[in-house]
């Protein structure tokens, strides 16, 4: 199981997530740097925890701004591989940012204009592309309009159903909250019904233990900021067991 550090970005910085309520994300304050900039950040994820594949949210993206083309640049020139969410509303976008680079696309339910858009990323880039189920408080996040689903299980089953060989469970109001994702069941169910499928959780992960939960449900990827960034997980915490 890979941990894959997450960089939230908003105005040039990068900022603690807390619950979804973005409009209260500030720079983040870390044990691991005493720069918020989104190059230090990662170099200390690189060189202090040994964690160079990154997952940033560009949130400005994600509001409605364009994507931050050349912070993502930078970023993979210290050698980092990224997972990028850059408010996916179509496929053109998705265009854009394999023309940068980015080795992996993901495509929000809270912004993507529909399965039919889904559809059209898997069939481009099936291998890039993750799904990612956005939850708040266990329940859908985004527009459901031509999903023909109203439960977390039912929309991914449809995500899977249209091509998307990765999916990424993330339920926002757990960010940065330190309870736990929530959300084994969830990727357990996933992983027994999908075996083909890569599963990725997120949100709320606490220390070790949360870890080894998520990794006996099967789930291949996990992505955690504020345990890493408060030292609740440390470098002898990410080594296998």
Not at 92 to 104: F, H, R, W, Y
Not at 148 to 158: I, K, L, M, Q, Y
Request: with cysteine; hydrophobic share 45%; aromatic share 4%.
């Amino acid at each position: 199981m890979r941990i894959v550090p997450v960089l939230d970005l908003k105005g040039g910085d990068v900022v603690r997530g807390v619950g979804g309520r973005r409009e209260e994300y500030r720079p983040v304050i870390s044990q691991l740097t005493d720069s918020s900039a989104p190059a230090a950040v990662a170099t200390a994820f690189r060189d202090q925890l040994g964690l160079s594949e990154l997952y940033v949210a560009d949130l400005d993206a994600i509001g409605g701004a364009g994507p931050a083309l050349d912070t993502y640049a930078a970023l993979r020139a210290l050698g980092c591989v990224l997972w990028v969410d850059a408010g996916l509303r179509d496929a053109g976008l998705a265009d854009v940012l394999v023309a940068a680079g980015v080795e992996t696309i993901v495509a929000g339910l809270e912004t993507l204009a529909g399965p039919r858009e889904l559809s059209r990323l898997c069939e481009r880039y099936a291998e890039r592309v993750v799904f990612s189920l956005d939850l708040k408080e266990g329940r859908p996040l985004g527009n459901l309009y031509g999903w023909d689903a109203e439960s977390a299980w039912e929309v991914a089953s449809r995500a899977v159903a249209l091509g998307a060989r990765r999916v990424l469970v993330l339920d926002l109001s757990r960010v940065g909250g330190g309870e736990g994702t929530g959300t084994e069941e969830l990727c357990r169910r996933l992983v027994e019904a999908y075996p083909g499928v890569e599963a990725a959780a997120g949100g709320g992960v606490r220390g070790r233990d949360d870890l080894r939960r998520l990794q006996a449900c099967g789930v291949g990827a996990v992505l955690v900021a504020s345990a890493l960034h408060d030292g609740r997980l440390t470098r002898a915490d990410l080594a296998p067991a």
